[in-house]
Antibody, heavy 124, light 108 residues
């Protein structure tokens, strides 16, 4: 069974950093990209970024609004991806989800399995 | 970024009803359209991709249609487990996937 599990959320002060982990199991982690999304309380979904699988270059893309404050890395040997966010603001308060993603010809990147999410609360 | 607009933002329906949700892009996205279902406190569930292809395991009462800028999610006969919020997402722009604002389907 494909599973993804996020961890690392919690209460963080404005201006500080947080590193979230996404552990995958039940599939060959190397073969897939990992995407991160977030959802502020009572709001809709927002894409944060993606790290492509090594066969597709292992490169990253980030939402323009977050570029410069966010980075994603992937450790295939451990089956874990990480989302690092710096200079946190109160508006970064959200549930952060990771997902298994893959490129599908003529349809772009698809995120077919998601973790349960981890809540990051930015507050003093 | 490509803007996605869903309508309505909410609707009330009864079990057995046919439900239709619309999603519009502000530019053509061909068929690069995904639908998710989200229940309170849960992660989104991947339902449909390429505008009309049902993900494995998704009940056949769900269907999607559309191409270009206008898309529709239809639930042919609403079941109790279908009460949820539905989101569309464009996968046309790899560098900036964007979502519609969501449609909440609740019990009439």
């Amino acid at each position: 069974e494909v599973q993804l599990l996020e961890s690392g959320g919690g209460l963080v002060k404005p201006g500080r950093s947080v590193r979230l982990s996404c552990t995958g199991s039940g599939f060959t982690f190397f073969d897939y990209a990992v995407s991160w999304f977030r959802q502020a309380p009572g709001k809709g979904l927002e894409w944060v970024g993606i790290i492509r699988s090594r066969p597709y270059g292992g490169t990253t893309e980030y939402a323009a609004s977050l570029r410069g404050r966010v980075s994603i890395v992937k450790d295939d040997s451990k089956g874990v991806a990480y989302l690092q966010m710096n200079s946190l603001k109160t508006e970064d308060t959200a549930v952060y989800y990771c997902s298994r993603s893959y490129y599908h010809d003529n349809t772009g990147y698809l995120s077919d399995h998601w973790g349960q999410g981890t809540l990051v609360t930015v507050s003093s | 970024d490509i803007q996605m607009t869903q309508s309505p933002s909410s609707l009330s329906a009864s079990v057995g009803d046919r439900v239709t949700i619309s999603c519009r892009a502000n530019q053509s996205i061909n068929n690069y359209l995904i639908w998710y279902q989200q229940k309170p406190g849960k992660a989104p569930k991947f339902l449909i991709y390429a505008a009309s292809t049902l993900q494995s395991g998704v009940p056949s009462r769900f269907s999607g249609s559309g191409f270009g800028t206008d898309f529709t999610l239809t639930i042919s006969s609403l079941q109790p487990e279908d009460f949820a919020t539905y989101y569309c997402q464009q996968s046309f722009s790899t560098l900036a996937p964007t979502f519609g604002g969501g449609t909440k389907v609740d019990i009439k």
